[in-house]
């Protein structure tokens, strides 16, 4: 499953994608405009870098935040966080709780993950009370205007042979828009997020990108020293550092956002 390939180092994650996350998230909360005091589910948690958000922006009333990697889990519960947030291991196709129980179900940059999304989805709504909110950004993996996309063309430039992220054919707009109103969702918008994120050098870049715990840091892993110089050389040829040191570039998710019928 798509979790226990991409997602099983907590630190690594946060190192490579925590400062994306965090910046599009940022984006999400102020368009979704969620109310104050809402009881909260966050699915696909991950190391609760978007939790996080949702404590320092919303107030919520309570949040439950759920992942199904056991290793994503740990990292979240040893975060500050934790003190205001539950963590636990569940599965966005069978998610442990009574219809009607939240006001605002979203998941940050993990549908096109799961590989039942209608089911995920039907889950989503049944948890979610008449009314609330129900939804969820994804990077523009189709598009390949992702964080790792530079990376992956890096690598396709070089000739590595590169698997496709899985889901990606959902991460558009039209297809998120679809995927809501077949839940039987109300009110359904979206919207792009395009955001850009500076990193301090090249260095912290590739130490980010190359860790072998993801497809594209194991393909990295196992290229020869050659060719791993030959990406280097690429990479530092496509991301152009700025005069700092610093190398810039920018990322787009496509966000969608609706409400259970009453
Ligand atoms: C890119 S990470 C996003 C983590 C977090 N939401 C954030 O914004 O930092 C995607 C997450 O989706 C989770 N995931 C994958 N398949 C899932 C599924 N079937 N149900 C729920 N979460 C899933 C992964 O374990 C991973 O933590």
């Known amino acids: 499953m798509a979790h226990d390939t991409y997602f099983t180092d907590g630190a690594a994650y946060e190192r490579r994608l925590g400062r994306w996350t965090r910046a599009a998230g940022t984006i999400f909360l102020d368009w979704v405009a969620p109310p104050a005091g809402a009881r909260w589910l966050d699915i696909g948690c991950g190391t609760g870098v978007f939790t996080e958000l949702v404590v320092e922006k919303c107030a919520p009333a309570t949040m439950v935040a759920v992942d199904p990697s ?20 569940a599965d966005a196709q069978s998610l442990p709780f009574l219809d009607e129980a939240f006001d605002v179900v979203a998941s940050a940059l993990v549908i096109n ?50 698997s496709p992220v899985p889901g990606m054919e959902d991460s558009q707009l039209e297809a998120l828009n679809t995927l ?20 301090p050098d090249f260095d912290d870049f590739w130490r980010a990108q190359s860790a072998p715990y993801y497809p594209t840091g194991k393909v990295i892993a196992s290229l020869s020293q050659t060719d791993r110089e030959k990406l280097i050389d690429v990479m530092r040829a496509r991301l152009p550092a700025g005069p700092d040191g610093s190398i810039t570039y ?11 019928p009453e």
């Open 70 to 89: 056991s290793a994503q889990i740990e990292h979240a519960r040893s975060k500050p966080v934790a003190q205001r947030a539950d963590f636990r291991i």
């Open 113 to 162: 993950f799961v590989p039942d999304r209608p089911r995920a989805l039907a889950e989503m709504r049944r948890v979610g009370c008449p009314g609330g909110l129900i939804a969820g950004y994804v990077w523009d993996f189709s598009a390949e205007r992702s964080p790792i996309s530079p990376i992956r063309s890096g690598l396709r430039q070089i000739g590595a042979n590169l």
């Open 180 to 199: 809501f109103a077949r839940g039987g969702l109300k009110d359904i918008a979206t919207r792009t997020i395009d955001v850009t994120v500076s990193i």
């Open 250 to 260: 920018s990322a787009r998710a496509n966000a969608v956002k609706a409400r259970v």
